[in-house]
């Protein structure tokens, strides 16, 4: 789980859809991005940096052995 992009995206209040929606993505896709379950384009991942205001690198930090918390 890319756990850094989820807490950036609750950061800014977002929802994955809200996200996936000004990505030009499906819900779904970010979904699996978030999850690490995709790797993504460049392209996204540097609309992802804009959004958030966060390096990529670090978004893309993938941690498997964490489990989703609530």
Request: charged residues 30%; neutral net charge; proline residues 3%.
């Amino acid at each position: 789980m890319r756990t850094n992009l989820k807490k950036a995206r609750q950061a800014a209040g977002m929802t994955q859809k809200q996200v996936a929606e000004k990505l030009g993505i499906s819900e779904r896709y970010y979904k699996y991005l978030e999850a690490g379950r995709s790797i993504g384009s460049v392209d996204l991942w540097d609309a992802l940096e804009d959004i958030f205001s966060v390096h990529q690198r670090f978004l893309r930090e993938s941690h498997p052995d964490q489990e989703d918390s609530p």
